[in-house]
């Protein structure tokens, strides 16, 4: 078994960001904080009777994980959660089940199964009884106990991994491995839009055209099929991929620019004053899938009176949001950390509306062919060279997809 974590080393990650500016892919080196290895002492035994051992198929190389990797996020408060030792990568995997506990129930060996997110510790995984609100809604990515550290070993980059069967969802059987490895981008997509699903007419605007903004745009499509789309990227592959999707308009995604042509197309009413504008209407729900310091401040800018913010991405510095926009125009902001528990997907039957799980959604939304994940994989590499990945994966890439033998 071999993995791929990064460990606190105060030293090592400031040698690394040190030499960063004259050696950019210095993070991603053997200097830097990600670690390619067996690990260990627990690799041979499940730490539990409801863990699940799990032989991966294919990884996909997402954001969160690589912004995790080079050291990205750093001066936010959620930078203040301890954070375990060892982080494990990969949280876009398709594998099989080899060994299950005494205890499991949820799913058996030779099931073909997906990562729900970033495995970290929660109530079920723990075992604490009562569990806490978060979990006990459906919720566990929000879990009050996701500072333990997590008995489980590896993740998706990685031959094998060693989880929890609460971490794991059950793929239905007519998804293909390609669609089941975007799973969980998917599910993080369908939570994103069902939080205020847009009405007829309305103008929605998607900031960054990465894999989950791309998701973002089909399930707009698929499930506001007639709410305007608007993206905003200055990526040329980006843009082409979403024209294949059917947004409606691409603007430029540099700051300035976005408030400026976003202002132009919902015809609202720009005001200047000592450098800062202020924009009157705007879009009724903006989604922020780059997470820049200039990205959630340009949605909230220009989110229309009463309208909605999704901050989609984790920003990677400590954001300023002027929150005279966020009173004055009554505007909701709010933020999607992963799969969790949704209201029913607007065409689910009668029977089918209690709450869904978002990769239920998700896996629904795929199955039914309702979005397209053509031209979303565009690179595949042998997971033996994952470090070659990794470089390769930073820029022109939509999703870069590790693969086992
Ligand atoms: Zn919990």
Redesign the pocket.
């Known amino acids: 078994m071999w993995c791929v974590w990064i460990e606190r080393a105060p030293l090592r990650d400031g040698l690394a960001r040190t030499l960063r500016p004259v050696w950019p892919g210095v993070m991603l080196s053997r200097l830097g904080r990600v670690h390619v290895g067996h690990p260990t002492r627990r690799e041979a035994v499940l730490p539990g009777g409801q863990w699940v051992r799990v032989r991966n198929r294919q990884a996909g190389i997402g954001e969160a994980d690589l912004a995790l990797a080079q050291g990205l996020l750093r001066g936010t408060a959620a930078q203040a959660i301890p954070q375990p030792k060892r982080r494990y990568l990969g949280r876009e995997v398709v594998g099989w089940v080899t060994e299950v506990g005494p205890d499991v129930t949820l799913v058996q060996v030779g099931d073909r199964v997906v990562l729900t997110g970033e495995p970290l510790s929660?109530?079920a995984t723990l075992s604490?009884q009562p569990?806490?609100r978060?979990?006990a809604t459906g919720n566990?990515a929000l879990?009050?106990?996701r500072a333990v550290p997590w008995s489980g070993t590896g993740a998706g980059w990685g031959d094998e991994m060693i989880v929890h069967e609460s971490q794991l969802f059950l793929v239905p059987d007519a998804l293909t491995d390609d669609q089941s490895v975007l799973l969980e981008p998917a599910a993080r997509a369908a939570r994103a839009v069902l939080h205020r699903l847009p009405e007829p007419g309305m103008q929605t605007l998607v900031i960054g055209g990465n894999a989950v903004g791309q998701l973002l745009c089909a399930t707009l499509k698929a499930m506001a099929p007639s709410a305007q789309i608007v993206l905003a990227t200055d990526e040329v592959h980006e843009a082409k991929l979403a024209q294949r999707l059917g947004v409606n308009h691409i603007i430029p995604a540099r700051a300035g620019q976005i408030s400026r042509k976003g202002a132009a197309l919902t015809n609202a009413q720009t005001f200047q004053r000592r450098g800062t504008t202020y924009v009157l209407g705007g879009f009724d729900i903006i989604y922020d899938c780059l997470g820049t310091t200039a990205s959630l401040a340009e949605a909230v800018r220009l989110a229309q009176s009463g309208g909605l913010v999704v901050s989609v991405a984790a920003p990677a510095r400590a954001v300023r949001v002027d929150p005279s926009l966020v009173q004055q125009d009554e505007i909701t902001i709010v933020g999607v950390a992963g799969a969790g528990s949704e209201p029913p997907p607007p065409d689910a039957k009668e029977n089918q509306r209690g709450r869904w799980s978002s990769m239920a959604v998700a896996a629904r939304l795929l199955r039914k062919k309702q979005i397209s994940i053509d031209g979303f994989i565009t690179h595949r590499v042998p997971a033996t060279r994952i470090r070659h990945a990794l470089r390769q994966a930073r820029s022109g890439v939509m999703r870069l997809v590790l693969t086992y033998e």
């Open positions: 929660t109530c604490l569990p806490c978060p979990c566990p879990c009050q106990h």
